[in-house]
């Protein structure tokens, strides 16, 4: 058995993705051999090496991966733990017994699709920065939307901090009586609150958001609060 970097041995035994378990030994929260370790190029012999992270021993064995698609409801924070007590994504998939971690977030006012996954690698390929996956969104506004409105979306707009990248929309029902419209938009970033910010920028409160599909994989055919296994298509549509 050859050594391998700490870091990858905790992302390929379902801990979290490659960056946030660097964030892990950083923070010294990973033991080897009962000694605190915070350099990300220490090295671990898998099979005779002990390791340790907040107090839990990681286990040798390599589970099966794990690839889920849940249609999330909201409610529910995207996150394996939440310190004040709020329902988790985790409540709802309490059958599955192997850790897994969601891939990206949705916030708790957020409905639809999440992946959640025990393979660390695939997560953290799927969250880099560099790997542009489209993700489409149902939001439902307070107001009437407009082309123009959705021309500035397109574009990019301003959310504070960022400018955003060019996305696609398409305007699915104005309720003039009601003041309230619907449409959908397609971006391939993930900032916090991204979609909601957008809609700030454009004066049109969120009312209601919904993510109705990651790349190609829909929540179509899944009840809210359901979940289901990728197929092996799917997965390699994520990854290539």
């Not at 192997?98 to 390929?125: H, Q």
């Not at 301003?158 to 309720?175: C, F, H, Q, R, S």
Request: glycine share 6%; net charge positive.
């Amino acid at each position: 058995m050859e050594e391998i970097r700490l870091q990858k041995y905790l992302a390929e035994h379902g801990i979290a993705s490659r960056r946030k378990c660097e964030e892990y030994i950083l923070d010294g929260k990973v033991k080897v051999n009962g000694k605190i370790v915070e350099a990300l190029g220490t090295k671990i012999l898998p099979g005779k090496d002990r390791v340790e992270v907040e107090g839990k021993v990681v286990q040798n064995d390599i589970k099966k991966k794990i690839y889920i698609l849940l249609n999330k409801p909201i409610g529910y924070v995207t996150t394996v733990k939440d310190q004040f007590k709020r329902d988790t994504v985790m409540d709802l998939l309490k059958d599955i017994k192997t850790r897994i971690v969601p891939v990206g977030r949705l916030d708790m006012y957020t409905s639809g699709a999440l992946i959640l996954s025990n393979d660390g690698e695939f997560v953290n390929k799927i969250t880099h920065p560099s790997h542009e996956v489209e993700k489409t969104y149902n939001v439902t506004v307070r107001g009437k939307v407009t082309k123009e409105d959705m021309q500035k979306l397109e574009n990019g707009v301003d959310i504070g901090d960022y400018v955003t990248k060019p996305a696609k929309t398409k305007i699915l029902k104005v309720d003039e009586n009601k003041n309230i419209s619907r449409f959908q938009i397609i971006i391939h970033e993930g900032k916090n609150r991204q979609i909601r910010r957008m809609c700030k920028a454009i004066n049109k409160p969120v009312l209601a958001l919904h993510r109705a599909a990651i790349g190609k994989i829909s929540v179509k055919n899944l009840k809210i609060g359901q979940y289901r296994p990728l197929t092996n298509k799917e997965i390699e549509e994520l990854i290539k």
